[in-house]
């Protein structure tokens, strides 16, 4: 893949390993971004009354990219107000279940609602462990992120597939929030009812914008009372005739925030899906290795095969001063120190953390 540093500033001025926090703006996201609010500036309404066919536009791109039908795409401002309308849609006392110290955004909103919760443990046997609990438990409802914000551990996709095939009744609900951006996704053949994600993150978007898919079976199954003039597409004669999305986007739907979602799938489609996939597998393949070789890894990372951009060093705080020091970007998360890998870092990121790590760059 070429070399995108040019396009990021600030890849180009630190090692920056921290999209599973922040997402990077590009030069020409914001430079877009300035034409629109300009647009707005000197048009007014007559450039707003443009926005129907603009978010019709951005909706199409989501559902080409993922490969979803676009009436089963929802634009909202964030995982959480997405996942909140879902579960108020859901029927009360579910048995729900989740993955014990998951992203507090998936789990709190079935917590703090009349669900009945039970948990899988996260570690190397993620997928028999959800599979113990499934049989235990017996589910109407799984819902969990596809990669682990701390550990970046990341479960079996074709499990996710597998299992929903084995049972369709089980309403299985995703994350993606730390996975969309960094391989193909298909919504379509993925066995997910409901998957929703940020996208300041991955999608390189900034924030104010979020997605939702939500598959047309499983729309039949939510009884939504979120609604809004928007939801009725402006029209006082669908208000009792809504489309399930409707529901998700009760109000003005914003052209600056969307539209940024919608020119980072322009940005990716002109790189490639396969070519972005393919960058990340050979640089994260490196990361793992050197990083296992170094027993830096927690053994449910370590001991599993496919892992995620992300990753979780043991080390504390005065290793993260140092990297701090020496201009790595990265977080404390967990017990550890997570430093995650997307389209703009290179090998050579990945050898100046190495070489702070133990002062060499062995691969």
């Given at each position: ?27 020409p ?9 300009q ?7 007559l450039?707003?009354d443009?926005?129907?066919a603009h ?23 964030n995982?959480?107000?997405g ?11 579910k ?5 014990d ?15 009945d ?7 190397e046997?993620?997928?028999?462990n ?6 235990k438990?017996?589910p109407?409802?799984?819902a ?12 079996d996709?074709s499990?996710?597939?597998?299992l ?10 995703a994350?993606?929030?730390q ?14 009812d ?14 104010g914008?979020?997605?939702f ?6 729309q039949?199954?939510?009884h939504s009372?979120?609604?809004g ?12 005739a ?5 529901h998700m ?8 925030n969307?539209g ?10 002109s ?22 070789k ?6 449910m990372?370590?001991n599993?095969s496919?892992?995620?951009t ?7 705080m005065?290793?993260f001063q ?15 120190i997570r ?12 050898i100046q ?11």
């Amino acid at each position: 893949m070429q070399d995108l540093k040019k396009l990021y500033p600030a890849a180009a001025s630190m090692t920056y390993l921290n999209t599973a926090s922040c997402g990077l703006l590009s030069k020409p996201l914001v430079e877009w971004r300035k034409a629109h609010d300009q647009k707005l500036l000197q048009d007014g309404s007559l450039y707003r009354d443009l926005h129907k066919a603009h978010i019709k536009e951005i909706r199409e791109s989501v559902a080409r990219f993922f490969t979803a039908r676009t009436d089963e795409v929802a634009l909202v401002p964030n995982f959480s107000f997405g996942i909140n309308v879902i579960l108020d849609a859901m029927s009360k006392g579910k048995k729900v279940l989740l993955l014990d110290s998951d992203y507090p955004s998936v789990n709190w909103p079935f917590e703090h609602r009349d669900f009945d919760v039970s948990y899988a443990k996260i570690d190397e046997n993620l997928e028999d462990n959800i599979l113990e609990a499934i049989s235990k438990y017996q589910p109407d409802v799984l819902a969990l992120s596809l990669v682990q914000y701390i550990s970046g551990l990341k479960i079996d996709l074709s499990f996710v597939k597998r299992l929903k095939q084995q049972q369709p009744s089980l309403f299985i609900i995703a994350d993606g929030t730390q996975f969309l951006g960094t391989e193909r996704f298909s919504f379509l053949d993925s066995g997910i009812d409901v998957l929703g994600a940020s996208c300041y993150k991955w999608m390189l978007s900034g924030y104010g914008n979020a997605l939702f898919m939500v598959r047309k079976e499983a729309q039949k199954l939510l009884h939504s009372s979120t609604i809004g003039f928007n939801s009725a597409d402006a029209q006082f004669s669908k208000r009792d005739a809504l489309e399930f999305v409707g529901h998700m986007e009760p109000g003005h739907q914003d052209t600056l925030n969307y539209g940024s979602l919608g020119e980072s799938i322009r940005f990716f489609e002109s790189l490639g899906v396969s070519a972005i996939e393919n960058h990340l597998a050979d640089l994260c393949g490196k990361a793992f290795q050197a990083f296992k070789k170094r027993g830096l890894l927690l053994a449910m990372v370590a001991n599993r095969s496919n892992h995620s951009t992300i990753f979780n060093l043991k080390g504390g705080m005065s290793l993260f001063q140092k990297l701090q020091e020496n201009g790595i970007v990265c977080s404390l998360r967990g017990k550890g120190i997570r430093v995650s890998f997307h389209i703009y870092n290179s090998e050579e990121d990945l050898i100046q953390l190495l070489k702070i790590l133990d002062g060499q760059s062995n691969l």
